[in-house]
């Protein structure tokens, strides 16, 4: 009797894979109809144009010695140089419990990888998407160095970052939990290097030394008061809920920059007596942590919205208190839903740092603008240059915090049932 050979649905064979050549792709993307060709054409020699104008900009016709020499003031500003030991050992710390923290977290995503049955992706194209940006931004940093001494003690700062790293993925589970201590401890700890014992006043701070002071400080502060406003928006106390609406109103409807100027002309006057030498620099991270933390609370409250009536029914059925449904099972699912819009706040945070210039702090986009002044460099119209390198340090940055978001969201299945 004739066997049916005929292939299943469960059986059939896949039909070959065409091979994509670079002609189909051409064809496919870029002419694939009169309207693409047209746009094709249009804006390929203008783009080619504009690549071509960069790159003999950046390698050819650009006067970098400014760079080269006010590289130092461009990272701390009038930082005091003898000082600086104490900026390597602050760095050397938070390198420590930087990787530390990587570390831990990088563990607990391989053992929820193995529990869920998930492949985490750890090619090396992956690992040089991630380490793309840091890289790049150290290159460029390394290329403007003239001496050997930054360059080998950076290598050591990158070294005890990577001790941190391998010393968190061995951490054991049941001490976890400390990893979070030591991590603020150290941010504290390396603040204190800095300015504690007779250490460098923070007006002294400048450069991009200041801008990540206000970003990373602000973004510590911000989210745990954030995160108490959003829930106080939503508590059955009216008082409560009327004080945080009317907070969250206020810091939300006025432009950071009015804000700037009250913390610089008010805020002396709101301190007691013995506060009143209080640094301008101290008066524009309060005012930056009140207006990011009610932008946070805004995002966490829409977090909390989203997540549905059973997931509360469910938390009260196991017999939870109200405190613990929130911090259990909620919050985490409602962070969880607004990691784009929290990482999107912070990015927004660190280029807003720009505008503390108009009350006298010499912040990074400052310095390089007062760097042009020198009479080695006046009247030389270098201004070009220095905006460009101030530029691709914000975009850098940003672009990492973006990526690496992205990199967050796809592990938690953010967006995804």
Do not use: C
Not at 152 to 180: E, M, Q, S, T, Y
Not at 226 to 236: D, E, F, I, W
Not at 251 to 276: D, K
């Amino acid at each position: 009797m004739a066997t049916d050979t005929t292939p299943t649905s469960a059986t059939a064979t896949k039909p070959p894979v065409q091979k994509v050549t670079p002609a189909t792709w051409l064809r496919e993307n870029l002419f694939s109809n009169w309207w693409n060709s047209l746009l094709t054409v249009l804006f390929v020699p203008l783009i080619a144009w504009a690549l071509w104008s960069i790159g003999r900009f950046l390698f050819v016709t650009g006067r970098w010695e400014i760079i080269i020499v006010n590289l130092t003031n461009l990272m701390v500003g009038d930082f005091p140089r003898e000082q600086f030991w104490r900026l390597w050992v602050a760095m050397a710390i938070l390198a420590a419990v930087g990787g530390l923290l990587v570390g831990v977290t990088a563990a607990a995503a391989r053992e929820a990888a193995v529990i869920t049955g998930r492949e985490l992706d750890t090619s090396w194209r992956e690992t040089a998407r991630r380490l793309g940006p840091p890289v790049s931004f150290l290159v460029v940093m390394m290329l403007f160095v003239r001496t050997a001494t930054p360059l080998l003690l950076l290598v050591g700062v990158i070294a005890i970052g990577v001790a941190g790293f391998v010393l968190g993925r061995r951490v054991p589970h049941d001490r976890r939990a400390l990893v979070n201590l030591a991590v603020v401890a150290g941010v504290a700890g390396s603040l204190v290097v800095i300015s504690g014992f007779g250490g460098v006043s923070r007006d002294s701070w400048g450069g991009l030394l200041i801008t990540a002071y206000f970003t990373i400080g602000s973004l510590l502060l911000a989210f745990p008061i954030g995160v108490l406003v959003a829930l106080g928006r939503r508590s059955t106390l009216p008082v409560v809920r009327w004080t945080t609406t009317v907070y969250v109103e206020f810091f939300r409807g006025s432009p950071l920059i009015a804000l700037l100027f009250v913390g610089w002309l008010v805020l002396p006057f709101m301190f007691p007596p013995e506060w009143e030498n209080i640094t301008r620099i101290s008066r524009a991270l309060i005012i930056f942590t009140l207006f990011t933390s009610a932008y946070v609370a805004e995002i966490v409250r829409g977090g909390l919205q989203s997540i549905p009536r059973g997931q509360w029914e469910a938390a009260k059925s196991l017999g939870l208190s109200p405190w613990k449904q929130t911090r259990l099972i909620i919050l985490p699912q409602a962070l969880r839903n607004v990691i784009p819009a929290l990482v999107g706040q912070g990015i927004s945070l660190y280029k807003d740092t720009t505008l503390v210039l108009i009350i006298g702090l010499n912040d990074l986009l400052r310095v390089a603008q007062n760097i042009t002044q020198q009479p080695q460099f006046l009247g030389q119209g270098l201004i070009a240059e220095t905006l460009v390198f101030v530029s691709f340090i914000y975009w850098i940055l940003s672009y990492w915090m973006s990526r690496e978001s992205q990199r967050l969201e796809a592990r938690l299945g953010v967006g995804t049932r």
